[in-house]
């Protein structure tokens, strides 16, 4: 388990020291019907985005709160990444995509019955965000409502 | 910052009536953000399904995420993937 002292020491400096918000308790939205026939959508932190689509922004500061669609079984020679964190160790996902969007295991648990479908697409936003009120107010539920469009029931998020 | 994000990205998601599952991979910092369903992860950044290539590994926490979004009765409930 990787703990704050697993950071570089500015990195942890930062969140050590980092105003989080005080946050009330969340909603916990039940699932209404079995996983086996759940439509399954990721959303990741990872700075991934289409390799013809404009990169997140590349400075800390700009706290880019933007997002990209990715098509569902994408493969990293179409995608980029794009990330302001120096902790991000991208040879994972480089060698192997299911470390941060599992295609193709949620493929597998649909063929084995365990699971109802995939969305047609998920979701990235750059996971680097010192300043939050851009996502919480309006890119966050704009996916939201994007995935509702979809009829997404379940989201698995996937930070890196 | 990305297990923050992540987690305000679940409740946003949760407040518009979808069910999520947030990988955690850094314990500390999602507490702060309080989602409704973790699954903690042992595994290092950048690969919060486990490493690259190792299927049954990665099967294993996907099944696990589906399993705690079925059972989780109360919100804010962590469940933790250990390695075999």
């Known amino acids: 388990m990787a703990d704050l002292k697993d950071l570089e020491p500015a990195s942890r ?3 050590e020291r980092y105003p989080f918000p ?21 959303v990741t932190t990872a700075g991934l985005h289409k390799q013809d689509e404009p990169p997140f922004s590349r400075f800390f500061e700009k706290s880019d709160c933007s997002y990209r669609e990715i098509p569902n ?6 995608l980029a990444i794009s990330h302001t964190s120096k902790e991000f160790n991208r040879d994972g996902v480089n060698k ?48 939201a409502r994007k ?3 979809d ?9 890196v | 910052m990305c297990n923050q994000t992540a987690g305000l990205i679940a409740r946003a998601l949760e ?29 290092g950044f950048g690969q919060p399904l486990g490493p690259p290539e190792e299927v049954a590994v990665q099967r294993a926490v996907l099944q696990l995420a589906l399993k705690l979004a079925s059972e989780a009765e109360r919100p804010e409930t962590w469940w933790h993937y250990e390695a075999p």
């Open chain 1, 96 to 143: 192997d995509i299911n470390v941060v969007l599992p295609f193709d295991r949620a493929e597998e648990l649909i063929a084995s019955g365990n699971l109802g479908t995939v969305n047609r697409r998920h979701f990235s936003f750059m996971g680097s965000l010192p300043r939050t009120g851009d996502l919480r107010k309006r890119t966050a539920p704009e996916v």
């Open chain 1, 151 to 159: 009829q997404v029931d379940l989201v698995l998020l996937t930070p």
């Open chain 2, 15 to 43: 407040e518009n009536e979808i069910a999520t599952v947030m990988i955690s991979l850094l314990d500390e910092v999602t507490k702060k953000t309080r989602p409704p369903r973790v699954l903690s992860v042992p595994f």
């Open chain 1, 22 to 42: 005080d946050l009330p308790a969340p909603i916990l939205t039940p699932l209404s019907k079995p996983v086996s026939r759940c439509r399954l959508a990721f």
């Open chain 1, 13 to 15: 400096r930062f969140l």
């Open chain 1, 73 to 78: 079984q994408a493969s990293m020679n179409e």
């Open chain 1, 147 to 149: 995935l509702k469009e």
